[in-house]
């Protein structure tokens, strides 16, 4: 599997910069055209948590403003990169996105610190996610 | 019975009651004896006292029935008239018969020792006597030296009957040294002795017995006896060996002039006790009078308390034996019921243990629910999952293509990205549609075959094709670094082309999924079983992760899927199809890396 990392454009330089990383490619795509249409948001995406840990830990603090992740992918899945992150810089903002049927319980299992309003359903309608990363963005 | 009854405590509850039984025995055996010995003591000394006073009272009947006697006698020596023989012989005979119950006679002797006169006997007779000379008898010599008179002791005459001789001395009026002869009484030892006995109580029950001061037995019981003396042969031998010692001494005793009473025991226990009483006549002491009282009565409550005693222990003892069979039922009646309980709480522990069984299959039960909640669960998660995923580029695309078409556009351009986009998770959905179509036809047993002939190497090659179209289609760079090798072979095979199609893509879309670098080689073999039937195994090998341990156990199950897309279902309705075509699918780990799939389905 190789990364895909957009190499930034220095006139977006003012943009919210946010990663977005899946395994499924098409979502991918659909998510960084969809965003970047906007002209308010700069998306890198990386199609497995290894080559977005790998970029994370590359850049200086508070380059990415926002971190959207899959929970389910190969190797290392959404909740061990969160936490790898929370590790390196806890005040980082990442939020889940997934297919699954969510409940709060389940995940607080999986990790407790995690707020179940930080979860992002599949299929996503595209104003609600970025309706979402604004807010983030404000906190 | 008796072992299981003697346990250790009901040993010593056994113990205890025999203990106390033979216990109880010996303390009523003993108080009975002591009781049967205070009454036979009591028994005893009124025996005494009663032969005491008895005794003395025969000695003086003696003394009562022999003094006239001596009366007579003395009267009769001073009144004898040598000169008239005739009319002394009246009184004399008159005299005999004032004394005839204890006298045989009287006799008038002379000087030289020759008969005057006998009472009762006509002088005719007497006549013929007159040569018998009697100067050397005792009853004639001692009152001639003594001028006293005499009391003979049992003397035997010539017709063997034990006679007791009484005689005065016949002294001149005158001249009290002119010894003119005597007058004695002969009395009848028997009849003395018969008489003293009538006159015993009869309450006594005893014996009477006479002896001299010199120990020469008058009268006795025994009449062989009579005239012998206590220390010789005769009496001796008849005295038991084991009493001869306190017999003699108190017989010796007895001679001294004393009254007494003594206990002899006798042999067997019994009691006799032996009162004596001296008897003096003319203030001499002459005889010793002798009654022998035995304990009957005594000997005879010792025989009742001795009975009662034996009753009252028998009694004891039966109470005791009944007491111990009492004890004896009532300890295996425990025994019983303590089996019987144990009996129940083994049923109970029984009942208990299947009661926990019970729960633990009620346990297994819920567990294979929960097993099976979670699996439902799982399930709607994957298919959640499996649903949601294609839809977001299908639906994003056309959102994004639907938008130029706000700007009044009647075209918008569409690039190739976003068609195979939508075709690909449109197709990844359909799989999905028909995958949980196979598990419903597979868990309602509505699997239904359409069996046709056809060549395995067709759909083998097609399905290398759809594979390679499908890796092109997502992810054109694993086509290069992956080659799956397939040595082409006809072999044709009676099955479900399209099932068997769906198995071997379904493997061979695995092999791929977990193998993003290296080969993957099909191939298939023929073979036959025992029973000579023919078999085609199909092996799909690769080079990839291999399977990972944890699931190799429950791989073909619904949902043991480790990957990170997919249903989960793929291999599980491969099993249900290789299982519908009574064969068998299985899998395992290469030496080296990867894993190797394998079917084998009967050739026709």
Same mark, same amino acid.
């Given at each position: 599997?190789?990364?895909?990392?957009?190499?930034?454009? @220095?006139?977006?330089?003012?943009?919210?910069?946010?990663?977005?990383?899946?395994?499924?490619?098409?979502?991918?795509?659909? !998510?960084?055209?969809?965003?970047?249409?906007?002209?308010?948001?700069?998306?890198?995406?990386?199609?497995?948590?290894?080559?977005?840990?790998?970029?994370?830990?590359?850049?200086?603090?508070?380059?990415?403003?926002?971190?959207?992740?899959?929970?389910?992918? @190969?190797?290392?899945?959404?909740?061990?990169?969160?936490?790898?992150?929370?590790?390196?810089? @806890?005040?980082?903002?990442?939020?889940?996105?997934?297919?699954?049927? !969510?409940?709060?319980?389940?995940?607080?299992?999986? /990790?407790?610190?995690?707020?179940?309003?930080?979860?992002?359903?599949? @299929?996503?309608?595209?104003?609600? /996610?970025?309706?979402?990363?604004?807010?983030? /963005?404000?906190? | 019975?008796?072992?299981?009854?003697?346990?250790?405590?009901? +040993?010593?509850?056994?113990?205890?009651?025999?203990?106390?039984?033979?216990?109880?025995?010996?303390?009523?055996?003993?108080?009975?004896?002591?009781?049967?010995?205070?009454?036979?003591?009591?028994?005893?000394?009124?025996?005494?006292?009663?032969?005491?006073?008895?005794?003395?009272?025969?000695?003086?009947?003696?003394?009562?029935?022999?003094?006239?006697?001596?009366?007579?006698?003395?009267?009769?020596?001073?009144?004898?008239?040598?000169?008239?023989?005739?009319?002394?012989?009246?009184?004399?005979?008159?005299?005999?018969?004032?004394?005839?119950?204890?006298?045989?006679?009287? &006799?008038?002797?002379?000087?030289?020792?020759?008969?005057?006169?006998?009472?009762?006997?006509?002088?005719?007779?007497?006549?013929?006597?007159?040569?018998?000379?009697?100067?050397?008898?005792?009853?004639?010599?001692?009152?001639?030296?003594?001028?006293?008179?005499?009391?003979?002791?049992?003397?035997?005459?010539?017709?063997?009957?034990?006679?007791?001789?009484?005689?005065?001395?016949?002294?001149?009026?005158?001249?009290?040294?002119?010894?003119?002869?005597?007058?004695?009484?002969?009395?009848?030892?028997?009849?003395?002795?018969?008489?003293?006995?009538?006159?015993?109580?009869?309450?006594?029950?005893?014996?009477?017995?006479? #002896?001299?001061?010199?120990?020469?037995?008058?009268?006795?019981?025994?009449?062989?006896?009579?005239?012998?003396?206590?220390?010789?042969?005769?009496?001796?031998?008849?005295? =038991?060996?084991?009493?001869?010692? =306190?017999?003699?001494?108190?017989?010796?005793?007895?001679?001294?002039?004393?009254?007494?009473?003594?206990?002899?025991?006798? #042999?067997?226990?019994?009691?006799?006790?032996?009162?004596?009483?001296?008897?003096?006549?003319?203030?001499? &002491?002459?005889?010793?009078?002798?009654?022998?009282? =035995?304990?009957?009565?005594?000997?005879?409550?010792?025989?009742?308390?001795?009975?009662?005693?034996?009753?009252?222990?028998? #009694?004891?003892?039966?109470?005791?034996?009944?007491?111990?069979?009492?004890?004896?039922?009532?300890?295996?009646?425990?025994?019983?019921?303590?089996?019987?309980?144990?009996?129940?709480?083994?049923?109970?522990?029984?009942?208990?243990?299947?009661?926990?069984?019970?729960?633990?299959?009620?346990?297994?039960?819920?567990?294979?629910?929960?097993?099976?909640?979670?699996?439902?669960?799982?399930?709607?998660?994957?298919?959640?999952? %499996?649903?949601?995923?294609?839809?977001?580029?299908?639906?994003?695309?056309?959102?994004?293509?639907?938008?130029?078409?706000?700007?009044?556009?009647?075209?918008?351009?569409?690039?190739?990205?976003?068609?195979?986009?939508?075709?690909?998770?449109?197709?990844?959905?359909?799989?999905?549609?028909?995958?949980?179509?196979?598990?419903?036809?597979? %868990?309602?047993?509505?699997?239904?075959?359409?069996?046709?002939?056809?060549?395995?190497?067709?759909?083998?090659?097609?399905?290398?094709?759809?594979?390679?179209?499908?890796?092109?289609?997502?992810?054109?760079?694993?086509?290069?670094?992956?080659?799956?090798?397939?040595?082409?072979?006809?072999?044709?095979?009676?099955?479900?082309?399209?099932?068997?199609?769906?198995?071997?893509?379904?493997?061979?879309?695995?092999?791929?999924?977990?193998?993003?670098?290296?080969?993957?080689?099909?191939?298939?073999?023929?073979?036959?079983?025992?029973?000579?039937?023919?078999? +085609?195994?199909?092996?799909?090998?690769?080079?990839?992760?291999?399977?990972? =341990?944890?699931?190799?156990?429950?791989?073909?199950?619904?949902?043991?899927?480790?990957?990170?897309?997919?249903?989960?279902?793929?291999?599980?309705?491969?099993?249900?199809?290789?299982?519908?075509?009574?064969?068998?699918?299985?899998?395992?780990?290469?030496?080296?890396?990867?894993?190797?799939? &394998?079917?084998?389905?009967?050739?026709?």
């Amino acid at each position: 599997m190789t990364s895909e990392v957009e190499i930034n454009n @220095p006139s977006k330089n003012k943009l919210a910069r946010i990663m977005v990383v899946d395994d499924e490619k098409d979502i991918l795509r659909i !998510i960084k055209r969809d965003l970047e249409i906007t002209n308010e948001f700069q998306v890198e995406i990386f199609s497995s948590g290894h080559d977005a840990l790998n970029s994370f830990r590359a850049h200086e603090s508070g380059y990415y403003d926002v971190i959207i992740t899959d929970i389910r992918m @190969p190797r290392m899945n959404g909740f061990e990169l969160y936490r790898n992150i929370k590790e390196m810089r @806890p005040d980082t903002k990442i939020a889940f996105i997934t297919a699954f049927e !969510i409940n709060k319980d389940e995940f607080t299992k999986v /990790l407790p610190s995690i707020d179940v309003k930080d979860f992002i359903i599949k @299929p996503i309608d595209m104003n609600d /996610l970025i309706f979402k990363i604004k807010s983030m /963005l404000a906190s | 019975m008796l072992s299981i009854i003697l346990s250790r405590n009901n +040993v010593f509850l056994l113990i205890l009651v025999i203990g106390v039984g033979v216990s109880l025995s010996i303390l009523s055996y003993h108080y009975s004896g002591l009781t049967a010995d205070q009454i036979s003591e009591i028994a005893s000394s009124d025996i005494r006292s009663n032969a005491i006073i008895e005794t003395d009272g025969l000695s003086k009947t003696l003394l009562h029935i022999i003094d006239p006697v001596s009366t007579n006698l003395e009267i009769l020596s001073k009144i004898v008239n040598y000169s008239n023989i005739d009319e002394t012989k009246i009184i004399i005979d008159a005299v005999q018969n004032s004394t005839k119950s204890l006298t045989e006679g009287y &006799y008038w002797i002379d000087e030289n020792g020759r008969i005057v006169s006998i009472s009762n006997v006509n002088s005719s007779i007497v006549k013929s006597y007159s040569n018998i000379d009697l100067s050397n008898r005792e009853y004639f010599v001692i009152p001639k030296e003594t001028h006293a008179s005499y009391y003979s002791s049992a003397i035997e005459s010539i017709d063997k009957i034990p006679r007791l001789y009484i005689s005065f001395p016949i002294l001149d009026n005158s001249d009290a040294d002119n010894f003119k002869g005597v007058i004695v009484a002969s009395i009848k030892i028997h009849e003395l002795g018969r008489f003293l006995q009538s006159e015993l109580a009869p309450q006594v029950a005893g014996n009477v017995g006479l #002896m001299d001061k010199n120990g020469v037995i008058i009268y006795g019981s025994n009449p062989s006896l009579i005239g012998k003396y206590y220390l010789g042969e005769e009496f001796q031998s008849l005295v =038991p060996e084991e009493i001869r010692g =306190p017999y003699n001494s108190l017989l010796a005793r007895s001679l001294k002039g004393f009254a007494g009473a003594e206990d002899l025991i006798l #042999m067997g226990g019994n009691k006799t006790t032996i009162t004596y009483q001296p008897v003096f006549i003319g203030g001499k &002491y002459l005889w010793t009078l002798f009654v022998s009282s =035995p304990h009957q009565l005594a000997a005879e409550v010792g025989v009742l308390i001795n009975n009662q005693k034996n009753f009252s222990t028998l #009694m004891i003892l039966i109470i005791g034996a009944v007491a111990l069979g009492i004890a004896f039922l009532i300890l295996s009646w425990n025994k019983r019921l303590e089996s019987a309980v144990n009996a129940r709480t083994i049923e109970l522990r029984d009942a208990n243990n299947s009661l926990i069984n019970y729960n633990k299959l009620l346990e297994s039960a819920n567990e294979k629910l929960s097993i099976h909640d979670r699996m439902q669960k799982e399930f709607i998660n994957i298919a959640a999952h %499996e649903l949601r995923t294609p839809i977001m580029p299908i639906l994003g695309d056309a959102i994004f293509l639907e938008k130029q078409f706000e700007d009044g556009k009647t075209e918008v351009k569409v690039d190739r990205e976003q068609v195979s986009s939508i075709i690909r998770n449109a197709k990844r959905l359909r799989r999905l549609a028909s995958d949980i179509l196979d598990i419903t036809k597979i %868990e309602s047993q509505s699997l239904k075959l359409n069996k046709e002939r056809f060549n395995l190497n067709d759909i083998i090659i097609s399905c290398i094709s759809d594979i390679k179209a499908q890796i092109i289609s997502s992810d054109p760079d694993q086509l290069e670094n992956i080659s799956i090798d397939y040595v082409q072979k006809d072999v044709f095979i009676f099955a479900d082309k399209n099932r068997i199609t769906q198995v071997i893509f379904n493997l061979l879309s695995n092999s791929v999924k977990f193998t993003e670098k290296g080969s993957i080689s099909i191939s298939v073999e023929l073979g036959n079983d025992i029973h000579g039937n023919n078999y +085609v195994t199909t092996s799909i090998r690769d080079t990839g992760h291999g399977i990972d =341990p944890e699931i190799i156990p429950r791989l073909f199950t619904k949902f043991a899927s480790k990957s990170f897309e997919g249903t989960g279902l793929g291999l599980f309705i491969s099993k249900s199809i290789i299982i519908a075509h009574g064969g068998k699918i299985w899998a395992e780990n290469n030496v080296d890396s990867g894993a190797t799939f &394998y079917f084998r389905i009967p050739q026709e």
